[in-house]
């Protein structure tokens, strides 16, 4: 039982270019969550999934994009890199009416 | 609109006291209040959680103070230990809307 992974968990881009980072869960959760954290701003949802299927908008989505693409996978896609991007990205999963199991994170520069 | 604040940013704590961390929200209807606990270079992790029909929980050395009335919850952590080094945040959400709001967390020391 691995729990939430996710892939990689470093990586530099340059302005302008596009990656996409994975998700997985093995908790057989309905929820998932993107979140990007910075210093001094703790955690801000980016995009979550209630169930396979559905995405909503958190807190701060503008310039990425989601796909849940089943119910253990849920990436996250920057199309065109931005220095403000620079941040640890971190998957979350719960199951109903409890809390959020996260994944280890990606550390992501971008130059 | 930041609707979880946390205090203080950091904190520092001889070993075997007791650390107090602070929390105060404004949507009313959020009802289940976590703690995560992060250690550098990993994923925060869940510690303990309450929700507002108990004004306390209690889970080893570590206690969740809740006051409604306030829209305030703490985290006490008694006898503290340098293994309880790390940054904790608090958060808030609504039944059966599993989204978190977070505070924007605490970074805990303790010295020996």
């Known amino acids: 039982n691995a729990g939430v992974t996710q892939t990689p968990k470093f990586q530099v881009l340059k302005t302008g270019q596009s990656m996409t980072l994975q998700c997985a869960q093995d908790?057989?959760?309905?929820?998932m969550y993107w979140y990007r954290q910075d210093p001094g701003m703790g955690l801000r949802l980016i995009y979550y999934s209630a169930s396979e299927g559905t995405t909503d908008k958190g807190e701060v989505p503008n310039g990425y994009n989601v796909s849940r693409l089943n119910k253990r996978e849920f990436s996250l896609r920057l199309e065109s890199a931005a220095p403000s991007q620079t941040s640890v990205y971190f998957c979350?999963?719960?199951?109903?009416?409890?809390?959020?199991?996260f994944g280890p994170g990606t550390r992501l520069t971008v130059l | 609109q930041q609707q979880v604040k946390q205090s203080p940013q950091s904190l520092i704590v001889q070993k075997g006291g007791i650390s107090i961390i602070n929390c105060a929200y404004e949507n009313t209807a959020f009802d289940y209040f976590p703690w995560y606990q992060q250690f550098p270079g990993k994923g925060p992790a869940l510690l303990i959680a309450i929700r507002p029909d108990v004004s306390e929980k209690k889970e080893g050395r570590f206690t969740i103070s809740f006051n409604k009335s306030a829209k305030q919850f703490s985290l006490h952590i008694m006898d503290s230990q340098p293994g309880d080094s790390a940054t904790y945040f608090c958060?808030?959400?609504?039944?059966?809307?599993?989204?978190?709001?977070f505070g924007t967390g605490t970074r805990l020391t303790i010295i020996p």
């Open positions: 958060a808030a959400g609504s039944f059966g809307n599993e989204k978190l709001t």
């Open positions: 979350a999963s719960s199951p109903r009416d409890t809390g959020q199991f």
């Open positions: 908790m057989n959760h309905n929820s």
